[in-house]
C-alpha cells in the first residue's frame, strides 16, 4: 500500500503562483509513476500532470503547458506541482495520484486550489 498527503492549495490572484506537494509513504518502491489530476465544480476529474519515478520523463495536459512544472524529491518521496500564471479556471480540487504503469491505484484526500479574477 502508498499512502499520499498533499499540501500548499490555498487561494490566489489570477496571475499568481502556488506550488503543491505530495508526499508518498509505504511501498513506493513500487511505484511507476506519480501525478496531479483536478476536479472543478460540476466537472469530471481530470489529467494535469504526470511523472514517471525513475526516468523522470514528463507529460502535461495542453491547458497547463507552459504555466505547471511536475518535479520529484526522490529522497523525500515527494512530487511537486509549480503553478505559475495561474488562471481563474484553474480553480478545482488538486489530487495526486500514484501507481504502475497505464493506472492510478492511489489518490490523496485533495487540496482546495482558487484563483481569485
Known amino acids: 500500500q502508498v499512502q499520499l498527503v498533499e499540501s500548499g492549495g490555498g487561494l490566489v490572484q489570477a496571475g499568481g503562483s502556488l506550488s503543491l506537494s505530495c508526499a508518498a509513504s509505504?511501498?513506493?518502491?513500487?511505484?511507476?509513476?506519480m501525478g496531479w489530476f483536478r476536479q472543478a465544480p460540476g466537472k469530471e476529474r481530470e489529467f494535469v500532470a504526470v511523472i514517471t519515478w525513475s526516468v523522470g520523463s514528463t507529460y502535461y495536459a495542453d491547458s497547463v503547458k507552459g504555466r505547471f512544472t511536475i518535479s520529484t524529491d526522490k529522497a523525500k518521496n515527494t512530487v511537486y506541482l509549480q503553478m505559475n500564471s495561474l488562471k481563474p479556471e484553474d480553480t478545482a480540487v488538486y489530487y495526486c495520484?500514484?501507481?504502475?504503469?497505464?493506472?492510478?491505484?492511489?489518490w490523496g484526500q485533495g487540496t482546495q486550489v482558487t484563483v481569485s479574477s
Open positions: 495520484a500514484a501507481g504502475h504503469a497505464g493506472t492510478y491505484s492511489y
Open positions: 509505504g511501498r513506493t518502491l513500487t511505484l511507476f509513476h
